[in-house]
């Protein structure tokens, strides 16, 4: 059982570290052009597909780890009642994370606030996931509504901010980072999905490389694991560095 406790799937990791390494990627030329350094559209070409491929990636993720987590968890005598309050501690921990980002750029920027941003979401996520953690094609199924109901909300608009968070903001609005629960939910849900398909009771159902000892492998795999830490600190460090070379 300690084995099971420790194990982690290598795989799972270096994926997330490959998200991470392309959201610093997307961000420094983000930042570049934000600041006014100089000018790279991040709205359209290889730049926004760069952009779009990290946060996909890693909202997926969030929902393969949910279901290997459950799985570890599942694995002991703990009470269904402490799974959940593992989650809810949890998603607490990284929506208040997202609040500290909402505060911080409501301070710093004079437009873009970050209310509803990648953190809130994933907080707000892993609560809302822990039903579907051991049902593999419910999730599915409602991991797709939500990415149809996305399409639908895509033009929806009222004249109050109150439904941010669900996918529906006022017109003009604008922000940094918006990852509402409608479509975004769904592509957690899919990673739910994913996760009991290739994981069942926390073993892999498929082969894999023995690549784990690749140093490529061990260094995206780092990244992985710190990806929460990386995600707070990676814009002022990039904001940081920019300056710095601006001034020489």
Known sequence: MDKIQNKRFFEVDAFRGIAIFL????????????LG?????THSGILLIIGRTAAILFIFLVGVSLTLSYSRISSTAVSTQDKFLHNLKRGAGIFAWGLVITVVTAIALERGTIYFGILHLIGVSIVL????????NFSLIAGILFLFAGVIMESAYADFPWLLWLGIKPLGFYTLDYFPLIPWFGVVLMGVFTGNSLYPEYQRGFRMCNCEGNA??????????????????????IVGVLFLFASI
């Open 23 to 34: 959201m610093v990627f997307y961000h420094f030329f983000f930042d570049l052009n934000f």
């Open 37 to 41: 350094i100089h000018e790279f559209n």
């Open 129 to 136: 996931a822990y039903p579907f953690l051991k049902y593999r």
């Open 216 to 237: 490529v492998v061990r260094l995206l795999g780092y990244l992985g694991k710190k990806s929460l830490l990386i995600y707070l600190v990676h814009q002022p460090v």
